[in-house]
């Protein structure tokens, strides 16, 4: 017989062992060694059936044996010990507490979080920054609330069929078997979150809490009695289901999931968030709900509602391209909110944040950078194509001065990082070893790192037999599976999500030269690879399925794999063990790419076009670059191109370098690159240092503006939006009337002053109202600008309605220039003059 339906039962622990629950049910044991082997030795064998999850093992063991361990003194001893190290770490003051100007509170919201394998919340690299964002939050003290979905089925879990064809299965998951607890009142009652629907219905939703270390992860889930069979439905998978799926869960998270943050903080006493982050679009609708609270409660009116909500909110966009934007019918925004969701906000206001050029579409990020005074991408290159993508929501600008800036991302170093790697690093920096790890031989980095890729090819052949008796071969067949890969080969990884642009298959471009270099008799190369393509993209599974196809080849199966179902618990044997790692996405379309961050902590080179972080912290010696081909418009060209540099970089210096080896049996160039990115590049790939970045240059200016706005009754809101009204009502009037240079003679000398005038009609705007500038800079065959200088003009008195103002600069290029002026919005309580996206130009 079958279940009907799952559920979990945690056992009852002697009163000895009691401290294991919490130690099991927070999440700081995911990076915590000391925990994890404390899991282990109380059923060393039951650990590994339970896949390294504590709620389970607990779960699982058998009270013979927790009688056992608890009349175990020096196993009590240990149980007490690391519970109190957990105490200390929850208690304690670190990086945050006691620095000035910070937030009292942080709301951190995301569609997914993948803080651990035993929480399948997450499906790729969006879901993997966020939990490593809680982490590094964490340990740094951040007083940080985060808000998501509980998925029943999580995402997928992948498969192959006989001919290589992805599948998927959706296991169901018991939370109660999950490291969570339900969010209750103080008489025990699971507290539920409204949110209205149309037709007069109500979606209710209770609140699941993860404990990520200091971190509280609220994770809300619609899967109960009191909803209807389709609102039940909203939290069954991620990314699943149709735009009104899609819309229904994203209403819920951002609306449903403010409310959820305040019954947390005034249930546990939490600080209220002054700062609220959405990682990326599809949470945006938090500031609706947010404006609510402020028309309902203070009082405000709309405008005065969004001035107050945008100070205190900063919005990161994830995606490179519209396409990953998440964009609904406008018919289906406007069904929703037209009802009862957000009383006090009118739909056509809700409808106009999201706005774009296609008028019949209402778009999610357009509505997260209009709802937020402090918007960033996710690497250097990134908020450059950013500013280009969303670059028509300030009309006027060129495409550098758009604001979005960007904070790089990083990885949870603890999480990623393999002990051997940490301890050799960590010892080597306690014995005072210089920036190059010289305390470290070339012969034990060279063991260590050997020691790694041995225990990654154990699972590569356990992974690949698995998956074969699930494609459905026998027993007898797979005695090769005990053969392939070899702890002596060089070993390059390439695992990530498989859209397109990721160019799963650019390998395969030259089957024959790819088959070459694997079978290479001197110099082998052998290749891992892994990833999960969305359920409805047909063109990702092709992908797969050509990889498959060419794995499956007996003449190379030994020596390239592809592993099903992805996942963390996957990833860390990857980011150990290969020395390379591979990335060749199509270039700018890699907003950052994590994932070569894992492997650079381990020790491993970076073999990658330069794009995401690649293309900032690429110095020459932490692995190689592959040539792009940009503005090769056609994509077959681009392709052949790329790939066939691909194969001359592993043909002509990553396998030489690998291969060549002293009398000692160590390439020591090779561990000069290893040492070299360890010491310098480590520091710079830590979410640690991202968190630490979005502290100082993000939430705290947010927190600042919040205040401002928010002191004697909201009296900062009400300002600027009197400001916006006023500068609304005068700007189509005002113009740049006359303008005129002098001092820059016939043959003027870089350096030179140059005095430039204006005279503007204000529109009736005061002259402290606007920001007017001089721009000058090289001038092209159009007349068009490039290399400007900015200098903004004094104001110098006016009469009969016209302003006059001028400027006095140095010329600053040899060549021709030009000049011109324009006119901005002024007001301190503006992040930037450019926020508004306002500008007047001469005509």
């Known amino acids: 017989m079958r279940a009907l339906r799952r559920f979990s039962v945690r056992a009852q622990l002697p009163a000895a062992l009691a401290p294991l629950q919490d130690l099991a049910t927070n999440l700081r044991w995911t990076w915590h060694g000391p925990t994890q082997d404390l899991f282990a030795s109380v059923d060393e064998a039951a650990w590994r059936a339970s896949g390294g999850d504590p709620v389970r093992l607990l779960g699982e063991v058998s009270p013979t044996r927790l009688s056992e361990l608890a009349a175990d003194a020096g196993f009590v001893g240990r149980v007490g010990e690391i519970a109190d190290d957990l105490r200390e770490y929850l208690s304690g003051p670190r990086w945050y507490q006691g620095r000035e100007g910070l937030p009292a509170g942080v709301g951190y919201f995301s569609m997914e979080f993948g803080v651990s394998e035993v929480l399948p919340n997450y499906s790729g690299g969006l879901g993997i920054l966020a939990g490593d964002h809680l982490k590094a939050a964490s340990d740094l003290g951040v007083p940080l609330i985060a808000v998501g979905l509980l998925y029943r089925s999580g995402y997928f879990r992948q498969s192959l069929s006989l001919d290589g064809w992805q599948q998927e299965t959706y296991p169901a998951l018991d939370p109660q078997g999950l490291p969570l607890h339900l969010l209750a009142d103080s008489g025990g009652a699971p507290i539920l979150v409204h949110v209205a629907m149309p037709e007069g219905r109500v979606l209710r939703a209770r609140v699941w809490v993860a404990s990520v270390g200091r971190v509280p992860l609220l994770l809300l889930d619609a899967d109960i009695e009191d909803n209807d069979a389709d609102l039940r439905s909203i939290t069954d998978r991620l990314y699943g289901g149709d735009a009104e799926h899609r819309i229904r869960q994203e209403i819920l998270v951002g609306i449903g999931g403010v409310r959820a943050v305040r019954a947390y903080c005034q249930v546990t006493g939490h600080a209220a968030p002054e700062v609220f982050h959405t990682n990326e679009g599809h949470a945006g609708f938090l500031g609706l709900e947010r404006m609510r609270e402020l028309v309902t409660s203070a009082g405000l009116d709309i405008d005065q509602a969004l001035a107050a909500v945008r100070a205190g909110t900063v919005f990161t966009t994830h995606t490179p391209v519209p396409a990953g934007i998440d964009r609904f019918p406008l018919g289906l925004v406007q069904h929703y909110f037209s009802g009862d969701l957000l009383p006090g906000i009118e739909t056509d206001r809700v409808l106009a944040l999201g706005r774009e050029p296609d008028p019949d579409m209402f778009n999610m990020a357009h509505m997260g950078l209009r709802l937020a ?20 929501l300030w009309g006027g600008f060129d495409a550098p001065e758009v604001p979005i800036g960007s904070v790089t991302n990083g990885v949870h170093g603890p999480t990623w990082t393999a002990r051997e790697i940490a301890g050799m690093t960590a010892g080597a920096a306690a014995a005072g070893a210089g920036p190059e790890l010289f305390g470290v031989s070339d012969a034990l980095l060279w063991e260590m790192r050997g020691t790694l890729r041995s225990r990654l090819v154990n699972e590569v052949r356990r992974r690949v037999r698995a998956s074969w008796l699930e494609r459905g071969a026998s027993e007898p067949e797979l005695g090769w599976t005990e053969r392939i890969f070899d702890p002596g080969v060089l070993t390059i ?19 024959e030269r790819l088959k070459a270099l694997l079978l290479d008799p001197e110099r082998p190369v052998q290749l891992v690879i892994a990833g999960k393509s969305h359920p409805a993209d047909e063109s990702g599974k092709r992908l797969i399925q050509q990889m498959v196809h060419f794995a499956d080849d007996p003449a190379v199966r030994h020596r390239i794999v592809f592993l099903p179902d992805y996942d963390m618990s996957m990833a ?15 270039r700018p379309l890699e907003a950052c790419g994590t994932s070569g961050m894992k492997s650079a902590l381990n020790g491993g080179l970076n073999l990658s076009v330069r794009d995401g972080w690649w293309d900032e912290l690429y110095d020459g010696r932490n692995g190689w670059a592959i ?16 790939a066939n540099a691909l194969y001359d970089l592993l043909t002509s210096q990553v396998a030489p370098l690998f291969y060549d080896r002293g009398a000692d049996g160590v390439p020591d160039r090779w561990t000069a690159l290893v040492r070299h990115t360890l010491a310098t590049l480590s520091p710079k790939v830590q979410a640690s240092r991202m968190v630490m ?12 503006a919040a205040r401002v706005v928010a002191s004697d009754g909201y009296a900062g809101a009400k300002e600027l939006a009197n400001f916006r009204a006023r500068l609304d009502a005068a700007w189509p009037s005002v113009r740049v009337a006359e303008v005129d240079a002098s001092g820059a003679a016939d043959t003027p000398v870089l350096g030179a002053p140059m005095t430039v005038r204006a005279t503007v009609d204000l529109g009736g705007l005061a002259a402290t109202d606007v920001l007017v500038q001089a721009v000058v800079g090289r001038a092209d065959d159009h007349d068009e600008l490039t290399g400007t200088v900015v200098e903004p003009m004094t104001h110098v008195g ?17 060549g021709v220039l030009g000049y011109t002026v324009r006119v901005l919005p002024a007001n301190e309580l503006l992040a930037s003059p450019v926020e508004l996206g306002k500008v007047v130009l001469p005509a």
Not at 493 to 511: E, Q, S
Not at 693 to 704: R, T
Not at 798 to 814: I, K, Q, Y
Request: charged share 25%; with cysteine; aromatic share 12%.
């Open 373 to 392: 005074q402090r918007s960033n991408g996710v690497s250097q290159l990134h908020g450059e194509v950013s500013r280009g993508m969303f670059s028509s």
């Open 493 to 511: 990884g390439f695992a990530r999500r498989v859209p397109t642009y990721k160019r799963l298959t650019l390998m395969l471009r030259d089957p």
């Open 572 to 586: 860390r044997y990857l980011y150990w063990g290969c020395d390379v790692w591979l990335n060749n996405p199509l």
């Open 627 to 642: 040539p792009t081909a940009d503005g090769v418009d056609d994509p077959d060209r681009r392709d052949d191109i790329e």
């Open 693 to 704: 970045d979005y502290v100082n240059d993000w939430y705290a200016p947010a927190a600042a």
């Open 798 to 814: 006016g009469s009969g309605g016209a302003d006059r103002f001028e400027a006095t600069m140095p010329l600053p290029h040899a």
